[in-house]
């Protein structure tokens, strides 16, 4: 069936390191790629997305390339902040053909940011 | 209007107790979800509706009984709960079939 691995965390780094957080999916036919992030206590925000083999997500200086050929989808930032502390899920969907789509998550990865 | 909500945000009851929780978008979206997310997991789908109608229950036990009663309105009543059964509960809408989802806050569910 379909999947999503994360890389484990938590993840602890300094403002102003690189981030990466590394995600790999296993999915027959060809998903649309997803990043979520979730702070404490709220739902889940979109955080970027893409459709296609090498479409690059962006948003808020984050960013994730589509590659079919690794079937990965790492999120990078190039200089994290306090405030990116959250929790970052990756996820393919699919379209149901009964109508709406459905997300098929990874674990999730706690990243905490120091100053 | 571009957001999801949900009330209520935190919900205790027992075992013998019967809840409604609700969750609104006027965002003119037509596909509507239910999750449930335990501490540090992910979501996990339990139902999907799609133009009022549900499209995908997800082996979802009866004691969760889906309703959606017109298109901006979904609520997820409760019955008979057990414990494990407490957990965030999310609710998410997306525009259509190709549309990312856009999750609500969450109700955070107790059940002593």
């Known amino acids: 069936g379909d999947s999503v691995t994360q890389m484990e965390g938590p993840v602890t780094l300094s403002e102003e390191a690189f981030l990466t957080i590394n995600c790999t999916y296993t999915?027959?036919?060809?998903?649309?790629l997803f990043w979520y992030v979730q702070y404490p206590g709220e739902g889940l925000q979109l955080l970027l997305k893409?459709?296609?083999?090498?479409d690059k997500g962006s948003n808020k200086g984050f960013e994730a390339t589509y590659r079919k050929e690794t079937t990965s989808f790492h999120l990078e930032k190039g200089s994290v902040q306090v405030s990116d502390s959250a929790v970052y899920f990756c996820a393919l969907r699919f379209i149901l053909t009964g109508g709406g789509n459905k997300l098929t998550f990874g674990t999730g990865t706690q990243l905490k940011v120091e100053l | 209007d571009t957001e999801v909500t949900q009330t209520p945000k935190h919900l205790v009851m027992g075992m013998t107790n019967k809840k409604s929780l609700k969750c609104e978008q006027h965002?003119?979206?037509?596909?509507m979800y239910w999750y449930k997310q335990k501490a540090k997991k992910p979501p996990e789908l339990m139902f999907v509706y799609s133009y009022e109608k549900l499209s995908i229950n997800e082996s979802v036990p009866s004691r969760f009984s889906p309703e959606c009663p017109n298109s901006s309105l979904l609520n997820l009543h409760l019955h008979a709960l057990q414990p494990e059964d407490s957990a965030l509960y999310l609710c998410a809408s997306s525009r259509g079939q190709s549309n990312e989802q856009f999750f609500g806050p969450g109700t955070r569910l107790t059940v002593l």
């Open positions: 999915a027959t036919g060809y998903p649309s």
């Open positions: 893409a459709t296609k083999a090498d």
């Open positions: 965002m003119g979206h037509r596909a």
